[in-house]
């Protein structure tokens, strides 16, 4: 077993009142505790930072955001597996805005290094970067981290309450704890107590050395557990942000300023007014709510308020903004990450092969519009039911908007329909609560429209890239990579936290300059463009760029050099990866890729190593009377310790759909400042008939043990070029822009 001789007494906060026969315990693994964010209230159980022990079970406090990816379950599991209790007696709530929840698997983002080096390295992390994500407060939902940051923490916690237990019934029982064992909710001994029955004692008696179990003895971690969500999900009782009703509850909506950025000169609300059950006009600055009995009728008026509007800080369409783009390659790169060997020496020699891509911007598109509820109480207190992906951040622009302390702000997280990256910026919260702060004692729910919330997204940067290669004697001896977009980190990080820390933009080249392809002479450089565009983090962020531009520039030059694409990236990262080429042979092995290929039928190959995770992709298409049809996908990842195969498996397939998705027919492009597709029909997803088939398996070769690589993310990358390379193989024809639907005819 491993012994945890670093954590003390002190390390551990419990709450020492129970309340209605029931006690919390938690732990945390940091050299200063932060303090417990749940308190006691009357008539309820008091929660604490981690679990939960009264007469109806087990509640796990999850500090990550539920968004469909399944953490809430593998979280749980992890309690459980110390804690010894039945899957059946686990359930699992969202934590509240606490620095308690700080999220520590931000550590491995915080690196320029590449990834499949970093995870052949020692896992311990440096001390001083440890402490950043708790210091720093990063309470956050994304880069694929959750599971990374829960691992120990959830771990210890089910595993101090565990030990506390034991002890609370080793006193009554007046033997020691090491006689005693637990199971199924109970400590057995000469008698057997239920946790519910020790809770009050146990929650001063947490010993000061915790052990956790041995992996060989795990029964739902490395499982495919039923997700504690699934039957809430599947019958339609599950609740998310829109589903909130309250008592006296108002209907608002929101109308934004076009112009992303420009101000509202001037409105007439004189024929919302007169729609009947229509409330109130506010003006926001940039725009204006309206509220209503109803969301309907909300938006309904929103439509008749006569708004002047300002323009925007950024150029009139998108074909200027990509000119602004492409003039950045004129400028110094803002980042070289990577600089091996002597590129343009290697290039000099002739022979070149270059090759020139781009990407539109892109929205996130849930499928739950964005919303939140508020209620601005007579006493000052705030509450708001939001999803989100960053509470203390959401929690502090509540405040400020307000012009409150943070202290009067409640903050509830229901589960997302969706998120991507699209729910961390708190704009749906700070309007609500500036709506409802116009109509004091009201709670009022304010909901987007469909158009509003394509509009008024952040949204993923348009990039070009160009990249220059060499090859001798078929084997490629150079590649230099150069993106050029601007900064979604510097434009996101401005927006929330009111700077961008310096040094490279790793987000601008990740997917790029950190691949495992030993080539002599790699270079890659980014480059960032002056555009004000609102940009955001989108699924896999740089990842999905950099992935498109690269795999597709590595199959033109195996094209180039005769040979064939899989093989040629197995030679590329021969004595590079073991691990990545372990996952290129299986992918090959799965799709069959060595047989003989179909007439009217081809295949195409991507990887990309993201957020800890290498995945490699194959793609099948067919040329069809009503189109080019996508048939079969075969995905092979390896994210080292896989917790939970079956979520895995459905973040793969999820974020490989969202990936096709994108760049079978999904664009962003503006018009007078304005962006052109405002719903579905314009930004369409794959429907489930032109979606693939789909073939997952999971390796756990990458990194020593307790690495563990993120799983919404890495899925998406490889989509874009996998699919790009397999219409060059069915049709010889090489697209260098997305979205594809600009070069081929899809099935509808």
Request: proline share 7%.
């Amino acid at each position: 077993m491993a012994s945890w001789k670093t954590i003390t007494r002190r390390s551990f906060i419990v709450l020492g009142a129970a309340v209605v026969g029931g006690a919390a315990f938690g732990a945390y693994k940091v050299a200063e505790v932060p303090v417990n964010p749940l308190l006691p209230t009357p008539g309820a159980t008091p929660l604490n930072p981690w679990v939960i022990i009264n007469a109806d079970g087990i509640t796990v406090i999850a500090p990550r955001a539920e968004m469909g990816q399944g953490i809430s379950t593998t979280l749980a599991a992890l309690v459980a597996e110390e804690l010894d209790v039945d899957w059946a007696q686990i359930r699992v709530l969202h934590g509240p805005p606490a620095q308690a929840y700080y999220n520590a698997g931000f550590v491995d983002r915080m690196s320029n290094e590449p990834d499949y080096i970093l995870s052949k390295a020692d896992n311990t992390p440096n001390a001083v970067l440890a402490a950043l994500p708790k210091i720093l407060s990063l309470q956050m939902t994304g880069g694929s981290t959750g599971a990374i940051g829960g691992f120990h923490q959830m771990r210890l916690a089910g595993a101090g309450a565990r030990e506390a237990l034991k002890a609370a019934a080793a006193k009554r029982l007046g033997v020691s704890p090491d006689t005693l064992k637990t199971e199924a909710g109970t400590v057995i001994g000469e008698k057997t107590f239920t946790y519910a029955e020790l809770a009050e004692e146990a929650v001063t008696m947490v010993p000061a050395d915790i052990a956790l179990r041995d992996p060989s003895t795990w029964r739902f971690v490395g499982k495919a557990m039923p997700r504690l969500d699934m039957v809430a999900k599947s019958t339609g009782t599950e609740t998310f942000g829109i589903d909130i009703t309250l008592p006296g509850m108002k209907f608002a909506t929101v109308r934004m300023n076009p112009k992303r950025g420009g101000p509202m000169t001037s409105f007439d609300p004189a024929a919302a007014l007169a729609l009947p059950g229509v409330d109130q006009v506010i003006g926001l600055g940039s725009g204006i709510a309206v509220v209503a009995n109803n969301t309907w009728s909300a938006m309904q008026a929103a439509a008749l308020v006569d708004i002047q509007w300002g323009p925007a800080d950024y150029p009139a369409d998108t074909a200027a903004m990509l000119a602004r783009i492409e003039a950045a390659f004129a400028t110094a790169p803002d980042s070289r990450l990577r600089d091996d060997g002597d590129v343009e020496a290697e290039l000099a020699k002739g022979d070149v092969i270059e090759a020139e891509y781009r990407i539109p911007f892109l929205a996130h598109a849930a499928m739950e519009p964005l919303n939140a509820t508020a209620w601005v109480k007579s006493d000052g207190a705030v509450e708001v039911w939001c999803g989100n992906q960053a509470p203390i951040l959401t929690r502090d622009a509540i405040a400020t908007a307000l012009r409150t302390d943070s202290a009067k702000v409640t903050l509830h997280t229901p589960p997302m329909g969706g998120g991507f990256g699209g729910r961390t910026d708190p704009v749906p919260a700070i309007f609500a609560a500036r709506v409802a702060a116009a109509m004091p004692d009201t709670p009022i729910k304010v909901t987007w429209s469909r158009e509003e919330d394509m509009t008024q997204d952040y949204y993923r940067p348009a990039a070009i890239a160009r990249l220059s290669g060499r090859l001798d004697g078929g084997k490629a001896t150079a590649l230099w990579g150069r993106t050029a977009a601007p900064s979604a980190t510097h434009s996101a990080l401005g927006r929330l936290i009111g700077f961008a820390p310096p040094g490279p933009d790793r987000a601008t080249v990740e997917g790029g300059f950190d691949q495992p392809y030993g080539l002599p002479n790699y270079r890659y450089d980014g480059h960032l463009a002056d555009l004000k565009v609102p940009l955001g983090f989108w699924r896999s962020v740089g990842n999905s760029m950099n992935a498109f531009f690269l795999e597709s520039f590595i199959d033109e030059l195996a094209d180039a050099a005769k040979t064939d694409p899989l093989q040629f990236r197995l030679d590329l990262m021969g004595d590079t990866h073991a691990p990545s080429v372990t996952l290129l042979e299986t992918v090959r092995d799965m799709s069959g890729w060595d047989t003989l290929k179909r007439p009217g039928f081809g295949r195409g190959v991507a990887f990309c190593y993201s957020f800890g995770t290498p995945v490699a992709e194959v793609l099948e298409v067919q040329d069809t009377p009503a189109g080019i049809r996508l048939t079969r996908a075969w995905i092979a990842c390896d994210p080292g310790l896989a917790m939970d195969p079956s979520i895995i498996e459905a973040q793969m397939t999820g974020g490989m759909v969202y990936g096709l998705s994108a760049a079978v027919q999904g664009a962003i492009s503006f018009a007078d400042q304005q962006v052109v597709e405002l719903n579905f029909p314009d930004y369409d997803p794959l429907r489930m008939h032109t979606t693939p088939s789909f073939e997952v398996k999971i390796l756990q070769n990458n990194g020593t043990f307790g690495h563990i690589g993120g799983a919404g993310e890495p899925g998406t990358p490889p989509a874009a070029p996998a699919l790009a390379n397999a219409l060059f193989d069915l049709t010889g024809t090489r697209a260098r822009e997305l979205p594809l639907n600009r070069t081929f005819n899809f099935m509808a």
